[in-house]
């Protein structure tokens, strides 16, 4: 959403005019400045907070040429979402992951593919970022051949069908680990 939009939408909830909520907006903006400026919380009610934090210096490389540079200790704004914005985009996704038998699949999922990586770490394929579940379990089963089968079937085995359903952790560890 951009300032238009938000103005107009802000606009006809209140039942006032958009030049109000263009001077509100100022107005918050110039308090907030400044506040912020003195190094001062500023409280958004609904909305959240904005935080001054203190960075310390650090050395970082320029990616041009490569060089060291130091970065000196300098102040930042944070903004801390209050808690109805984290649940209104926690509402986008799912929560299955909070769910018990999900910690145990993906547990169960890690476990599976680290001791691949442990006792047959030569095999390991180099699986893209991005690829889908099938992709990665036929790339999996190439590399590590039965051994991967013994996996897949493990892991079915202890796992329940709902959850399987709902989300392959097995193929999500192979990827977390392998991903080019």
């Not at 320029?62 to 060089?67: E, F, G, T």
């Not at 909070?98 to 599976?112: D, G, N, S, Y």
């Not at 790339?139 to 590590?144: Q, V």
């Amino acid at each position: 959403m951009n300032g238009t939009t938000l103005i107009d939408r802000v606009a006809q909830r209140a039942g006032v005019s958009r030049a109000e909520v263009r001077r509100v907006l100022g107005a918050l903006e110039e308090v907030a400045a400044e506040a912020v400026a003195q190094g001062d919380r500023v409280s958004l009610p609904g909305l959240g907070t904005l935080v001054v934090r203190e960075l310390a210096p650090r050395t970082i490389r320029n990616v041009s040429d490569m060089r060291k540079m130091m970065v000196g200790r300098r102040h930042t704004v944070r903004f801390r979402p209050a808690s109805t914005l984290k649940e209104a985009v926690a509402g986008r996704t799912s929560q299955a992951w909070r769910q018990p038998e999900h910690q145990a699949a993906w547990r169960l999922a890690e476990t599976l593919v680290a001791d691949l990586v442990l006792y047959h770490g030569t095999h390991v394929p180099r699986l893209p970022a991005r690829a889908a579940d099938e992709t990665v379990h036929q790339l999996c089963e190439g590399a590590f051949g039965p051994l991967w089968s013994r996996v897949l079937e493990s892991y079915q085995a202890r796992v329940v069908p709902d959850v399987r359903a709902e989300h392959d952790y097995l193929a999500d560890a192979a990827r977390h680990r392998w991903a080019a």
